[in-house]
Nanobody, 124 residues
Framework: QVQLVESGGGLVQAGGSLRLSCAASGRSFSSTAMGWFRQAPGKERDFVAAISYNSDSTVYADSVKGRFTISRDNAKNTVYLQMNSLKPEDTAVYYC?????????????????WGQGTQVTVSS
């Protein structure tokens, strides 16, 4: 069993920044790819970013490329999402997810553990 706990969400003005964290426990974090997804009210859960088990590969949704950065610290069992130049359309609940293998991409089915989510609200 894997437990994921997100933190760092909040209210920020457009153009601002936030850093989300996801603390993992219960399994070998350092051998698992990790991802971030988001879900706005009334919409499907969308892929944001993913990082491989050893940080040698990252993948981003086109909508966040150049603004968001995913990273991880295997010594701390934590994955991060640095969000810069935030826009109102980034408003959503952000979820951390643990993948089934060393590498992962945008498909929800590649992930088998999810956190409870953290709210990010960007005001215009």
């Amino acid at each position: 069993q894997v437990q994921l706990v997100e933190s760092g969400g909040g209210l920020v003005q457009a153009g601002g920044s936030l850093r989300l964290s996801c603390a993992a426990s219960g399994r070998s974090f350092s051998s698992t790819a990790m991802g971030w997804f988001r879900q706005a009210p009334g919409k499907e859960r969308d892929f944001v970013a993913a990082i491989s088990y050893n940080s040698d590969s990252t993948v981003y949704a086109d909508s966040v490329k150049g603004r968001f950065t995913i990273s991880r610290d295997n010594a701390k069992n934590t994955v991060y999402l640095q969000m810069n130049s935030l826009k109102p359309e980034d408003t959503a609940v952000y979820y951390c997810a643990a993948a089934r293998g060393y590498y992962s991409g945008s498909a929800l089915t590649q992930y088998n553990y999810w956190g409870q989510g953290t709210q990010v609200t960007v005001s215009s």
